[in-house]
């Protein structure tokens, strides 16, 4: 099976849940899955740009990227979370080969222009994905690992979303799975407990009605055009569970949230 997995957050600076994420990536592999990693690193990006005096600001759930910002992400994810899982991957026993949206042309994007949305600057959409050379990873037994950063028609690199870039990646790449590892239990309802299965369709009220905000409204986007794409399974895991993603075709799992349609 293809599986496409994306872990960011808080996750990727704990170097125990790293290393238990590699562990399970390794396992993944050894069964024969074809693996594809997608990562963020917004917590260790806004450290990062605090640390040179630099605000961040977000609009639904997303970086505000000015050239300085863009500059310091394509450093930070591309450059230091990427050799780090690399390394952690390595360590496991596994192959990966660290990459960006540029690299190969992997991912290419174009600027975000939502209607009536505020500019966000260097924030990019993927609009085309190189599946050929995912196929040749695979073939190698090689695990790609990608930063969220994509080089654009015009040249220019643009921060994207995480969990929209694992989006493109999994329907790109006919994936079975997608799983968003994240910091929280899962998609909470409106009286706080974490929602096992959550219906597609009731993901535009729950928008709405605000019962969720911030960094989940992307996920939860990212997560609908996934099902509309044909992505069997799509489910929201917390990183605390990463043990269970060898198990995620073959157990049931009572953990995160899984979206179905």
Not at 67 to 78: H, N
Request: hydrophobic share 45%.
């Amino acid at each position: 099976m293809t599986i496409v997995v994306k872990i960011g957050g808080a996750a990727l600076d704990d170097a125990a849940v790293v290393e238990r994420f590699a562990h399970s990536i390794a396992a993944m592999v050894k069964d024969g899955h074809r693996v594809a990693v997608v990562h963020g690193g917004g917590a260790a990006l806004s450290r990062t740009l605090r640390r040179l005096g630099c605000e961040s600001h977000f609009v639904q759930g997303l970086r505000v990227t000015d050239a300085q910002t863009r500059d310091i992400a394509l450093m930070v994810l591309a450059g230091q979370l990427n050799k780090q899982l690399v390394a952690a991957m390595g360590k496991a026993g596994q192959f990966a080969l660290g990459l960006c949206g540029g690299d190969l042309g992997l991912f290419r994007a174009q600027k975000r222009c939502g209607k009536g949305e505020e500019d966000l600057g260097y924030v990019g959409e993927i609009c085309t994905v190189e599946r050929r050379w995912f196929d040749t990873l695979w073939q190698n037994g090689v695990v790609p690992v990608i930063a969220s950063i994509a080089l654009g028609m015009d040249g220019e690199y643009y921060n994207v979303n995480a969990d929209q870039m694992a989006t493109a990646c999994a329907i790109a790449c006919q994936a079975q799975a997608l799983v968003f590892l994240t910091d929280v239990p899962g998609v909470k309802g409106g009286d706080g407990a974490v929602i096992r299965w959550l219906d597609v369709r009731n993901i535009a009220a729950m928008v709405e009605n605000a019962t969720v905000s911030g960094g989940m409204l992307p996920k939860l986007e990212a997560c609908t055009r996934a099902k509309q794409h044909g992505i069997a399974r799509v489910r929201i895991l917390p990183a605390s569970s990463v043990e269970l993603l060898p198990s995620v075709f073959t157990q049931r799992i009572d953990s995160g949230t899984e979206v179905l349609q």
